[in-house]
C-alpha cells in the first residue's frame, strides 16, 4: 500500500476532511486531498503550520514528493512570481527552506524542481547561518555540482561558526 492510501485511509477514519492540514497531506503526497483542501482554502498555500513552521512546500520538500512539489509550484506560479519567491524563501522553525530540506535528506529530484525556478535563492542561511551549499557539503555531497552549476552560489558564505562550506568539507563532523 502506497504511503498516500495509507495515509488517506487513517484521515478518512480519524477525522472530517476540514481538519486534515495542508502540510500532513503534502508529506505523504495525496495530490487530490490537497487540492481540494487548496480549493476550499487557497491562502493554505503559503500560509504556515503553527507548530514547526512547515508550510505545504517544505514538508513535500522534506518528504521527498516531487510531485506534490510540482503541483504546489504550478499552483503558485498561477498567482505570480511574488507567491512562488515567497514559498521557496518561507524557512521553517528551524530556519530551513524547501531547498534546505530536500538537500538534507539528498531528495536529487525534488532539489532539481526547486532550483528550475528563477525566484529562487540558492544561498538563503537557516538559523545556523549555513546556506544549501553548506548543507550538501554535510549530508549531501553527491548534489555538490548541482549547487555549484547555480550562478548565484555564494561558495564563500560563512555559516554562524565562520565556516565556508569548503572548510566545513574538511573538518570530521
Not at 522534506?62 to 514559498?87: C, F, K
Not at 522553525?93 to 535528506?105: D, P, V
Amino acid at each position: 500500500m502506497s504511503p498516500g492510501a495509507a495515509l488517506s485511509g487513517l484521515l478518512s477514519r480519524a477525522a472530517p476532511e476540514a481538519s486534515y492540514t495542508a502540510v500532513t497531506v503534502a508529506r505523504y503526497g495525496d495530490t487530490s486531498r490537497l487540492q481540494r483542501l487548496l480549493d476550499n482554502k487557497p491562502q493554505l498555500l503559503t500560509a504556515p503550520a503553527a507548530v514547526w513552521g512547515e508550510t505545504p512546500l517544505t514538508a513535500a520538500a522534506d518528504a521527498g514528493r516531487s510531485d506534490v512539489v510540482i503541483e504546489l509550484l504550478r499552483l503558485a506560479s498561477a498567482q505570480g512570481p511574488e507567491t512562488v519567491r515567497a514559498m521557496l524563501s518561507h524557512r521553517n522553525a528551524y530556519g530551513n527552506t524547501a531547498l534546505t530540506c530536500a538537500i538534507a535528506k539528498a531528495h536529487a529530484d525534488v532539489v532539481q524542481e526547486l532550483l528550475r525556478h528563477p525566484e529562487i535563492d540558492v544561498n538563503l542561511s537557516n538559523s545556523k547561518g549555513q546556506t544549501p551549499l553548506h548543507i550538501a557539503t554535510l549530508h549531501a555531497p553527491q548534489l555538490l555540482p548541482v549547487l555549484l552549476g547555480q550562478p548565484s552560489i555564494d561558495p564563500a558564505k560563512e555559516d554562524a561558526n565562520g565556516d565556508t562550506p569548503w572548510h566545513r568539507s574538511t573538518r570530521a563532523p
